[in-house]
């Protein structure tokens, strides 16, 4: 990585144990310098697909060939803009391919996005995949899932059990033409935050305390093969697609007092073609402007109408009066004639603006973190993790089993020393052996993405 940088990430996907094809899919765009970080910052998404077989494997990889393309498309607008516009654009090509082809008709795909620029952090959202932040012994969610159940549970009352199945959503991208994009942000980044992008293929086995406990505590590699060990552990009924990604120094927010707001939209050229003649200032400018000639003729003529008017009343006032009068007219309607024309020109160009929403500094869209869990280490916690690596270590045999089981019991052993950092190392080897195990039955068919 370039020395611009202090941020690391991995990036791991895994069919699960239950799916015969894998119909996730992830991207990650990299700035290539400073100055490319400082325009649009990086970008990492997760998608995860619905339909059937190759409908969703396609759908989930036009969405992570489209967004980051059209992204960098889009850098020279606001990075908010940007996204936006790139996961509507990807929208509409998941849709054309869709209608087009019976066999790929109503093929969907959620869609998360995390994009760090030196402002903050960015997440641009649809459907279920989610994206969450690690701080301070908190993991908060910063995306809002668009499922039924999270509907439900917004709005069901207090004590009323949840009927609701969990795997519908009511938002994806594909089966429209127009897609409503949930834009967050920009969230301050600081030293050390850890952002995890992840599929329900994770997020539906591995509880939000559990997924904050490794992400922070572990690098990004070793994070997300305990996270995705974890996960087939519990059965992997689902692809597990998850990004893990750690803040540097050199990613910390830094908001400077010459930074400009951020347009939400663009003005499109149809705006400016309709737009109407501001007729009243004009008119105002043309009046003033004649008004000023007058005046000037007044003090100059020679000879004719006006001649004849400045001698009849400059014997009545007086010569001087006259002129003076005149000159302070003639002054008048010159600033009216300039200040007319201004208006009119301000007028004319904030008919292309009206419609243009900006965003100051400091300020943000969306509502999150939506949720909040404390992923502190405990010997609860880690109790519920080594916990269900040993019921799923019964499947195995020999000297992969032995050592599954070792690390187990270094795991509780540090745990209820209080040695926590051990602890969770040793609970991270106890789950990667079981991936090894789980990788070494696989036949070539079923080998993960």
Not at 76 to 104: K, M, V
Not at 133 to 152: C, F, K, N, P, T
Not at 326 to 344: C, M
Request: net charge negative.
């Amino acid at each position: 990585m370039a020395a611009d940088f202090t941020l690391a990430y991995a990036v791991l996907s895994d069919i699960g144990l239950r799916r015969s094809s894998n119909q996730d899919s992830k991207a990650v765009l990299e700035p290539w310098n400073a100055e490319q970080y400082r325009r649009r910052g990086w970008l990492f998404l997760v998608a995860d697909g619905m339909g059937a077989h190759a409908a969703g494997e396609m759908a989930s990889d036009l969405a992570a060939r489209h967004v980051p393309l059209a992204f960098e498309k889009s850098a020279t607008r606001s990075p908010p803009l940007a996204l936006r516009l790139a996961i509507e654009q990807a929208n509409g090509e998941i849709h054309s391919r869709g209608s087009n082809a019976a066999d790929l008709r109503g093929m969907g795909t959620t869609c998360t996005v995390l994009v760090l620029v030196p402002r903050g952090a960015l997440v641009g959202h649809v459907g279920d995949s989610r994206a969450y932040r690690v701080r301070g012994g908190r993991i908060d969610q910063l995306s809002r899932d668009h499922s039924l159940a999270w509907e439900w549970e917004a709005q069901r009352p207090a004590g009323v059990e949840d009927p609701v199945p969990k795997n519908i959503i009511t938002r994806s991208m594909g089966p429209h033409a127009e897609v409503k994009v949930d834009v967050e942000g920009p969230l301050p980044v600081e030293e050390d935050d850890v952002f995890v992008l992840c599929s329900d293929g994770l997020s539906g086995q591995v509880a939000d305390d559990e997924i904050g406990l490794f992400a922070s505590h572990l690098a990004p590699a070793a994070a997300t093969a305990a996270l995705v060990g974890l996960a087939l552990v519990r059965g992997a009924p689902d692809n597990v697609t998850l990004i893990v990604v750690r803040a540097g120094e050199k990613e910390a927010s830094r908001v400077l007092p010459g930074d400009p707001p951020w347009p939400l939209a663009e003005v499109k050229p149809a705006t400016r073609e309709q737009a109407s003649i501001p007729w009243k200032p004009l008119a105002a400018a043309a009046a003033s402007l004649l008004g000023g000639l007058v005046a000037v003729g007044f003090l100059t003529s020679g000879d004719g109408l006006l001649k004849s008017l400045h001698d009849s009343v400059g014997a009545s006032l007086g010569p001087d009066i006259v002129n003076g009068l005149a000159i302070g007219i003639a002054a008048v309607l010159g600033a009216v004639f300039i200040g007319s024309l201004a208006w009119a020109v301000v007028a004319a160009i904030g008919q292309g603006a009206a419609n243009v929403r900006f965003l100051p500094v400091n300020a943000r869209l969306g509502g999150g973190p939506y949720r909040s869990y404390d992923c502190r280490p405990t010997a609860p916690l880690l109790e519920g993790v080594v916990a269900s690596v040993e019921t799923a270590a019964d499947g195995l045999s020999g000297e992969r089993r032995n050592r599954l089981l070792t690390a187990i019991a270094s795991a509780r052993d540090a745990a209820r020393a209080g040695r926590y950092p051990a602890a969770i190392t040793a609970a991270a080897e106890a789950l990667e052996c079981y991936r090894g195990a789980v990788e070494a039955s696989r036949t070539d068919e079923t080998s993960h993405a």
